[in-house]
C-alpha cells in the first residue's frame, strides 16, 4: 500500500520562543520532506511515528520524542496513525540542546506539561502562566536521558519497507530470512546484506528489537505480561521475561512498576501544588 501526503496547518509563524502545533496523521501519512529556521521536537502523545531524517529512518513511540534542530531536512508520518504534537522551539530558547537529532525518553512530566502546552496554545498570556509552562518544558529537554533504542526503519520507497511493516503489524509472523527472501524476490543471503545495508542491523537483532518496542507499547496499554508474551511469538511467559530483562535491565513487571510509581509522583506533586 502507497502513502499519502497531509499537509500541515497554515498560518503558523516562528516559534516566540514556543509554539505547539496539534494535528492527527491518518494511518499511511506523511508530511512532505521540509526545513524550519528553528528547533523541533517530535512527539505522539498516542500512535507511533516515522520519522526520516539525515538518510536514516526510525519508529518511535509514545514514550519517545525527537529532536531536531535548526535547519535540519526531515519528513514525519505515521503507518498506524498517530495523535501528532510538535514544539517549535526558537533558536535562543533552545541553547544547551543537542546540535544534531536525538531521540530521548519522556517522562511523564513532561508529557503532561505537552499536554498542557497544547491547552493553553493561542490564549492570551496570563500571569506568566505559559511563559511558566514553556520553561519547564525546556529545562525537561535538557534533562531529557538520550534514547539507543529507536526501531531503525527502511528509506520511504525500498522493497523492505513491506517486510517491516508486515512485522511491525505481527511481531509473531513465523517467516524467517528464507522466506521473507522467497517474498521478496531475492536470496536470503542477499536479503540479510541489503537490509543491515539500509537499516543499520541484522533482521535477527531488528526482529528483537521490534518485540521489545511494542511490549513497552503493548504493556503501556494495559495488556498484562502473558498476553504480551502471547502476542509477539515468544514461546513461554519466560522466554518473553528472560528477552525483556536483558535489553532493559529488569523484568516487565518492575519495568511497569516504575512507570506507575513515575505517574503516582506526577499526581502528587499537581495536587500538591494546586492546593
Same mark, same amino acid.
Given at each position: 500500500?502507497?502513502?499519502?501526503?497531509?499537509?500541515?496547518?497554515?498560518?503558523?509563524?516562528?516559534?516566540?520562543?514556543?509554539?505547539?502545533?496539534?494535528?492527527?496523521?491518518?494511518?499511511?501519512?506523511?508530511?512532505?520532506?521540509?526545513?524550519?529556521?528553528?528547533?523541533?521536537?517530535?512527539?505522539?502523545?498516542?500512535?507511533?511515528?516515522?520519522?526520516?531524517?539525515?538518510?536514516?529512518?526510525?519508529?518511535?513511540?509514545?514514550?519517545?520524542? @525527537?529532536?531536531?534542530?535548526?535547519?535540519?531536512?526531515?519528513?514525519?508520518?505515521?503507518?498506524?496513525?498517530?495523535?501528532?504534537?510538535?514544539?517549535?522551539?526558537?533558536?535562543?530558547?533552545?541553547?544547551?540542546?543537542?546540535?544534531?537529532?536525538?531521540?530521548?525518553?519522556?517522562?511523564?512530566?513532561?508529557?503532561?506539561?505537552? @499536554?498542557?502546552?497544547?491547552?493553553?496554545?493561542?490564549?492570551?498570556?496570563?500571569?506568566?502562566?505559559?511563559?511558566?509552562?514553556?520553561?519547564?518544558?525546556?529545562?525537561?529537554?535538557?534533562?531529557?536521558?538520550?534514547?539507543?533504542?529507536?526501531?531503525?526503519?527502511?528509506?520511504?520507497?525500498?522493497?523492505?519497507?513491506?517486510?517491516?511493516?508486515?512485522?511491525?503489524?505481527?511481531?509473531?509472523?513465523?517467516?524467517?530470512?528464507?522466506?521473507?527472501?522467497?517474498?521478496?524476490?531475492?536470496?536470503?543471503?542477499?536479503?540479510?546484506?541489503?537490509?543491515?545495508?539500509?537499516?543499520?542491523?541484522?533482521?535477527?537483532?531488528?526482529?528483537?528489537?521490534?518485540?521489545?518496542?511494542?511490549?513497552?507499547?503493548?504493556?503501556?496499554?494495559?495488556?498484562?505480561?502473558?498476553?504480551?508474551?502471547?502476542?509477539?511469538?515468544?514461546?513461554?511467559?519466560?522466554?518473553?521475561?528472560?528477552?525483556?530483562?536483558?535489553?532493559?535491565?529488569?523484568?516487565?513487571?518492575?519495568?511497569?512498576?516504575?512507570?506507575?510509581?513515575?505517574?503516582?509522583?506526577?499526581?502528587?506533586?499537581?495536587?500538591?501544588?494546586?492546593?
Amino acid at each position: 500500500m502507497t502513502w499519502e501526503t497531509i499537509e500541515a496547518p497554515p498560518g503558523l509563524g516562528p516559534p516566540q520562543p514556543m509554539t505547539v502545533r496539534a494535528q492527527t496523521i491518518p494511518a499511511r501519512h506523511s508530511f512532505p520532506e521540509h526545513a524550519h529556521g528553528w528547533n523541533q521536537m517530535v512527539y505522539a502523545i498516542s500512535g507511533v511515528l516515522t520519522v526520516a531524517v539525515e538518510g536514516r529512518s526510525f519508529v518511535i513511540s509514545p514514550e519517545q520524542a @525527537v529532536w531536531l534542530p535548526t535547519g535540519l531536512r526531515h519528513r514525519v508520518g505515521s503507518l498506524l496513525g498517530a495523535e501528532f504534537r510538535s514544539l517549535w522551539i526558537a533558536a535562543e530558547a533552545g541553547r544547551g540542546l543537542p546540535g544534531s537529532p536525538t531521540v530521548f525518553a519522556v517522562t511523564p512530566l513532561l508529557k503532561a506539561l505537552i @499536554v498542557e502546552a497544547t491547552a493553553i496554545e493561542g490564549e492570551a498570556e496570563r500571569d506568566g502562566y505559559a511563559g511558566r509552562v514553556t520553561d519547564l518544558i525546556l529545562d525537561q529537554l535538557r534533562r531529557a536521558r538520550p534514547l539507543p533504542g529507536a526501531l531503525p526503519w527502511p528509506r520511504g520507497g525500498s522493497s523492505l519497507t513491506a517486510l517491516c511493516e508486515a512485522l511491525y503489524a505481527d511481531p509473531a509472523d513465523p517467516r524467517g530470512s528464507e522466506a521473507w527472501g522467497r517474498e521478496l524476490g531475492m536470496s536470503e543471503r542477499t536479503l540479510a546484506r541489503r537490509f543491515e545495508a539500509e537499516v543499520g542491523l541484522s533482521l535477527r537483532s531488528w526482529r528483537r528489537r521490534l518485540r521489545l518496542f511494542k511490549a513497552i507499547e503493548l504493556l503501556g496499554g494495559g495488556l498484562d505480561v502473558t498476553r504480551t508474551a502471547l502476542e509477539l511469538g515468544y514461546g513461554s511467559t519466560s522466554a518473553f521475561v528472560y528477552a525483556f530483562r536483558t535489553e532493559m535491565g529488569c523484568s516487565p513487571q518492575a519495568y511497569m512498576r516504575g512507570r506507575i510509581a513515575d505517574r503516582s509522583s506526577l499526581r502528587r506533586q499537581v495536587g500538591g501544588s494546586s492546593s
